[in-house]
């Protein structure tokens, strides 16, 4: 059983950072499928914000929608962390980690294609 488990959330002053991660059991590190971080503000859909996949031993393409975003996977710790930085009152939404059970070149940006969810971390981003 996959589980995947947020942390790192809060309040924030807009123009500040925030670094959520997410640590992963039941599941590889070395996983050929991808993993992503989605947020859901209120109101509005769930979005794609960057996502990650080990396609070598040592090498992995990453995705993100924002270069304010950066994703990271670490092999070590079986994590995955989001490096938010510039963040405005736009970014306020409960962020959720995500892991596929598809192997994958690169990672998704279809929420369909994932699997397993956390349970989400808010972001509160203050102005």
């Known amino acids: 059983q996959v589980k995947l488990v947020e942390s790192g959330g809060g309040l924030v002053q807009s123009g500040g950072s925030l670094r959520l991660s997410c640590a992963a059991s039941g599941r590889s590190s070395s996983n050929r499928s991808p993993m992503a971080w989605f947020r859901q503000a209120p109101g509005k859909e769930r979005e794609f914000v960057a996502g990650g996949v080990w396609t070598g031993d040592y090498e992995s393409e990453t995705d993100s929608v924002d270069s304010r975003f950066t994703i990271s996977l670490d092999n070590a710790k079986n994590t995955v962390d989001l490096q938010m930085n510039s963040l405005n009152a736009g970014d306020t939404a409960v962020y959720y980690c995500?892991?596929?059970?598809?192997?994958?070149?690169?990672?998704?940006?279809?929420?369909?294609?994932?699997?397993?969810w956390g349970q989400g971390t808010q972001v509160t981003v203050s102005s």
């Open positions: 995500a892991a596929s059970s598809y192997v994958m070149a690169g990672p998704s940006r279809e929420a369909l294609e994932y699997h397993y």
